[in-house]
Antibody, heavy 126, light 107 residues
């Protein structure tokens, strides 16, 4: 069974840092792009970042560029999101998701998501 | 960025009803569109990709159509388990973007 389990969420002060982890099992992790998607309380879904199989390509939504960094360790079947300079508007449930290949063009791939983890809540507040 | 607009934002329906949700893209995305279902406190679940291809294990009561800028998700006969929030997502261009969601509630 494909499973994604996030951890590392919690309460952090504005300007602080947090590192999220996602443990993958039930599939060959190293052969898939992976993403982080977040959902603010009572709001819709927002894609945050994704990373290619070997880590050589990474994409971010503008609102987190320069503050968040996505990475992976294929030997540990794990995905990470390092979040720095956190703001109140970063408060959300953060989901780890496996990317499924939509299409690839010009060396980049554009994906949809299946499955998703259960999420981990990040609260940025003083 | 490509803006995805869903309508309606809320839909009241009864079990057995046929339900249609619309998703419009701010520019053409060909057929690079996915639909997800989310229940309260749970992670989203993939329903449809490439505008009309059913995800694994998704019942045939769900169907998708459209191309370019206008897409629809149809539930042919609403079941109790289908009351949830539905999101569309484009994967034509970065950043990948979602619609605002459509909540299907019991009438």
């Amino acid at each position: 069974e494909v499973q994604l389990v996030e951890s590392g969420g919690g309460l952090v002060q504005p300007g602080g840092s947090l590192r999220l982890s996602c443990a993958a099992s039930g599939f060959t992790f190293s052969t898939y792009w992976m993403s982080w998607v977040r959902q603010a309380p009572g709001k819709g879904l927002e894609w945050v970042a994704n990373i290619k199989q070997n880590g050589s390509e990474k994409y971010y939504v503008d609102s987190v560029k320069g503050r968040f960094s996505i990475s992976r360790d294929n030997a540990k079947n794990s995905l990470y999101l390092q979040m720095n300079s956190l703001r109140a508007e970063d408060t959300a449930v953060y989901y780890c998701a496996r990317d499924l290949r939509g299409y690839c063009s010009g060396g980049s791939c554009y994906n949809f998501f299946d499955p998703w983890g259960q999420g981990t809540l990040v609260t940025v507040s003083s | 960025d490509i803006q995805m607009t869903q309508s309606p934002s809320t839909l009241s329906a009864s079990a057995g009803d046929r339900v249609t949700i619309t998703c419009r893209a701010s520019q053409s995305i060909s057929r690079w569109l996915a639909w997800y279902q989310q229940k309260p406190g749970k992670a989203p679940k993939l329903l449809i990709y490439k505008a009309s291809t059913l995800g694994s294990g998704v019942p045939p009561s769900f169907s998708g159509s459209g191309s370019g800028t206008e897409f629809t998700l149809t539930i042919s006969s609403l079941q109790p388990d289908d009351f949830a929030t539905y999101y569309c997502q484009q994967y034509n261009t970065y950043p990948l973007t979602f619609g605002g969601g459509t909540k299907v509630e019991i009438k």
